[in-house]
């Protein structure tokens, strides 16, 4: 990585970095709490990871998080894992996403847009009262703190009242897309035992109608923990015997009584990838959330009260939830119920148009694949309110940097582009956007406030410039309280502790540069991250290898130079089995029907065998490295794999793609 200054594709001007929250919270920090008032962010980053304790204090303090029981001290026990945050303290999360209802009764809180692109708005005090409602008829059903509450809902304002309804009365949410299958669901819902299940007959999407009402009669077969099923009539049928009517549920012009609950109680349950065995339910404290997204949204995105978010999403990845917390700084939040590329590629900057977004997320596969249709955001819409568009999901090409900056340009627009980077196990990023920063084709602008980012190498040393692993060795709010059904920890600390003890390992590729930026690089490990939602190999394995024909299965996922990305599937036959035009159908339509249409692979290759290590485990990492064109020496180490002769197809493979 060339360390040279090389010229910024966009500096901030100086009226927006004298305007942006990030640069009045660093002045008011530095008066009140120590903070370094001169060296901008990157001495404010300093500050906020050296006094880690005054940091957070300091937005608490900016954001006026209320908390009904004051806390002891910020960090108790800093020990990762097992942080102890604002200890003592209660609070709840929906009171704080609704705070604004007190002042912008009419305003919208959320703008609802399907397929048709008519706008649908929500007010304020139309999203309370809803809220209140609904956390009421909850507790009549008996649902109290720690109980858990399911949705089977794709992104509609529903979705929205039934998490801050069941966050108003101390339950646990966790949602799943309906676009998921019905094994998919269970292998996650079964973990958290709902009390609760919200769910649509069905779904629009690219057109056509998707009835799962089959599906949702599986789950509540397949869920014995139910006390109650509610129904949204998305597609307009009526429902199944037994379930509740959403609309008499929220009918009622009630105010919401927040549960006051411990700063580490839980607030949702988000999913693992599930890269071995069942996805890992991971479980996320409202106090932690709170605090990290108002950091998150409030300082580096620049949110506030005439802003107006959109985020591609849909209620099965983490961006969802981060896009719910919009509310937390009184943004209104836009919510997009259907395909990306719906009538046509150039949809989601229509969406942007209508709803007059200021701050515009999708992903780095959208955004080449505008490139690519020959797409013309700046000419043919008007986009002028959006200041910002960011990108996750997978690391945006410099290409896409270009493109972006370019297609705005000739509009005339100053448009601040933020590739960010987190994840599902933290709810937030650890790198991305800064809005006082400038912005380098193909970097992260830099770390998070309050996160000690670092890259290393396999003995611990920090690196720069140089290509390590993703760690964090200091304790972020977010990180998760722990997983569900991890009695004594262990599986928590396998995943991210067991590599560098006491420090955050995320399975990242990155380099830090000398300048601060961070590079993104794609994961270290075997996580199929396809549009942004992640999903394990061992749910692709569990599908596929159900089918007679096939005696064992390996699947690949590859960041492209291009931006794009590469999934095959290894297949290796039964005696007597052939990969024709039939099977390859009956395996692209397994993982369709059982799993997700995301993660049906580009290519079915079939292989004389699939190589594990000496203790039975498929080996998916060399492979990917294999592929990526990592020479066998370097890939792996040949004394852990049971035949190393099996490694020279998927090296020729690499060799030929080449």
Known sequence: MPTENPQPLWQPDPERIAQAQITRFQSWAAHHHGAPAEGGYHALHRWSVDALDTFWKAVAEWFDVRFSTPYARV???????????????????????????ATRTDE???????????LTPVSW?????????????????????GDRVSGYLPNIPQAVVALLATA???????????????????????????????????????????DRRDTVAELCRELPTLRAVVHIPLLGTEAPEGALEWSALTSADTEPVFEQVPFDHPLWVLYSSGTTGLPKAIVQSQGGILVEHLKQLGLHCDLGSKDRFFWYTSTGWMMW?????GLLTGTTIVLYDGSPGYPDTGAQWRIAERTETTLFGTSAAYVMACRKADVHPGRDHDLSRVKCVATTGSPLPPDGFRWLHDEFAESGADLWIASVSGGTDVCSCFAG????????????????LGTDLQSWDPSGNPLVDEVGELVVTNPMPSMPVRFWNDPDGSRYQESYFDTYPGVWRHGDWITVTSRGSVVIHGRSDSTLNRQGVRMGSADIYEAVERLPEIRESLV?????????????????????????????????????EQLSPRHVPDEVIEVPGVPHTLTGKRIEVPVKRLLQGTSLEKAVNPGSVDNLDLLHFYEDLARKRA
């Not at 939830?321 to 917390?325: R, T, Y």
């Not at 800064?434 to 380098?440: A, E, N, Q, S």
């Open 433 to 448: 956007a800064v809005p006082t920063l400038p912005v380098h084709i193909g970097e992260l602008q830099a770390p998070g």
């Open 75 to 101: 960090l108790g026990d800093r020990s990762m894992p097992g942080a102890q945050w604002f200890p003592g303290s209660t609070l709840n999360y929906a009171e704080h996403a609704l705070r604004a209802s």
């Open 556 to 592: 690949i996922g590859i960041e492209q130079p291009d931006g794009g990305y590469w999934m095959p599937l290894f297949v290796h036959l039964a005696p007597g089995a052939v990969l024709d035009e039939a099977l390859l159908n009956r395996i692209k339509r397994t993982i369709r």
């Open 168 to 210: 108003a009365v101390g339950g646990v949410w966790t949602s799943c897309a309906p676009d998921f299958g019905a094994r998919s669901v269970l292998d996650r819902f079964q973990q958290v035992e709902p009390v609760v299940l919200f769910t649509v007959d069905g779904y629009r999407y690219g057109g056509k109608e998707h």
């Open 321 to 325: 939830n981060f896009l719910v917390s």
């Open 108 to 118: 919208p809180a959320l703008l609802y847009v399907d397929e048709t692109h008519e």
């Open 125 to 145: 005090s139309e999203l309370r009262r809803q809220v209140g409602s609904l956390a009421a008829e909850l507790r009549a059903l008996g649902v109290g703190p």
